[in-house]
Structures are given as C-alpha cells and as structure tokens.
C-alpha cells in the first residue's frame, strides 16, 4: 500500500529552523518527484516546494524562497524540508505528495497526513 | 488572495447537481493551463478527483466530472452524495518548464 508518513513537525520560535521528513512506502520512490504542500489558516492550501526524482531540480514558492529547501535521499525512500527564518505566517499543516507522473506536468496525486508547524513566540 | 479563484461555498440537496467553479481570469493568457481537483474531507489529506480538466483517477466515482472553458474549470458532481461533502480545491499548473502551481481558495460543498 502507498504511503506517505510525515514527522518534525514542533513548535518554533521566529526566526528559528525546522526540519520535516516525509517516509515513502509502496512505490518505486525514485520514479516520482515529489511535493511539500502546506494548509494555513490565512491562505488555504499552498504550493511550497517541489522536486524532481533525482534531487537535481528544486522549485520554491515564493513565499518561502531563499529560506526554505528541499531535498530527498532516494536510497533512504525520504523526503525532507528544511525549514529556517520560520515567520509566524509559515504556521500550517505540511504535507508530503507524490507526483502523479505526467512526464510533462507535475501535479499530486497521493497526499500524507500531514506534520503541524507552529511559529509562535 | 489567490490567482484561482473559487466561491467559497456552494450547497445542494443530495441528488441534485454541485458545480463548483475556478476562475484564473488573472492568469496570463499567453500560457496553457491545465486544471485539477482535490476533495478535502475534515481531518483527511486531499484527494485527487479531476486530473488534466476531464479525467477522473481510479477509484473515483462517475459522478465526478471536469470542464474547462480557457482559464475556467468547472467541477461537476451530478447527483452529489452526502459523503461528496467537503472542500474541494482546484489547482493549475503550466507545464514541467513552469512547474509552480497554484490553489484556488476552496469552495465548502455541503449535501444535505
């Protein structure tokens, strides 16, 4: 069965870092790029970061730009986001999605739970 | 706010017809977009129901259709279900070269 099992998820400080990590279970993990999407309550849901099989190409939403920054160890079947100059607007749920596999689009089709990230002084 | 953009709720009686629309009218028109759907139950992850505008994953019920007309998907549930309650959110995105999507606000559908 697939899944998706993402954890680090605390409460930080402003300012401070983060480091979340999404576990992948049930499929080729290496096949697939991968997704952290997060849902705060200001903006809904949220594009935040994207990245492809191999870990070569990165993408960032602008919001998180320059702070934020992703990456995945295939032979570990993982998932991470590094997360530093937390601000109070990066409180949210973060999920971990797997590509579907277009080999012209990326967009999600299998989503994690989810990890809760607190920013709060 | 977002560039989809989506009302944010939409009711109907079970049986009836739910059309939930995305608007990116913001968008700039030079692009192809394609569209997608995700149903969001309380205290669930999102589920892909709508993929490139039509098409419907496996496992998603027949009820479940997508148009798009330029930069405005809709979401057709007809004959929606009271387990069809939620938020639905839609998405697009341009291409692998443009690969940053973006989310419409969601849109609360409630059966009853």
């Known amino acids: 069965e697939l899944q998706l099992v993402e954890s680090g998820g605390a409460v930080a400080q402003p300012g401070g870092s983060l480091r979340l990590s999404c576990a992948a279970s049930?499929?080729?993990?290496?096949?697939?790029?991968m997704f952290w999407v997060r849902h705060t309550p200001g903006k809904g849901l949220e594009w935040v970061s994207l990245?492809?099989?191999?870990?070569?190409?990165?993408y960032y939403g602008d919001s998180v730009k320059g702070r934020f920054t992703i990456s995945r160890d295939n032979s570990q079947n993982s998932l991470y986001l590094q997360m530093s100059s937390l601000r109070l607007e990066d409180t949210g749920l973060y999920y971990c999605a797997k590509d579907y596999g277009d080999s012209q689009y990326y967009y999600m089709d299998v989503w994690g739970t989810g990890t809760t990230v607190t920013v709060s002084s | 706010s977002s560039e989809l953009t989506q009302p944010p709720s939409v009711s109907v009686s079970p049986g009836q017809t739910a059309r939930i629309t995305c608007s990116g009218d913001t968008l700039p028109k030079t692009n192809v977009y394609w569209f997608y759907w995700y149903q969001q139950k309380s205290g669930q992850a999102p589920v892909l129901v709508i993929h490139k505008d039509n098409n419907r994953p496996s496992g998603i019920p027949e009820r479940f259709s997508g148009s798009t007309s330029g930069t405005v998907a809709t979401l057709t549930i007809s004959g929606a279900q009271v387990e069809d309650e939620g938020v639905y959110y839609c998405y697009s995105t341009v291409s692998s070269v443009i690969p940053r999507g973006m989310f419409g606000g969601g849109t609360m559908l409630t059966v009853l």
């Open positions: 049930g499929f080729p993990f290496d096949n697939y790029a």
């Open positions: 990245v492809n099989w191999d870990g070569s190409r990165t």
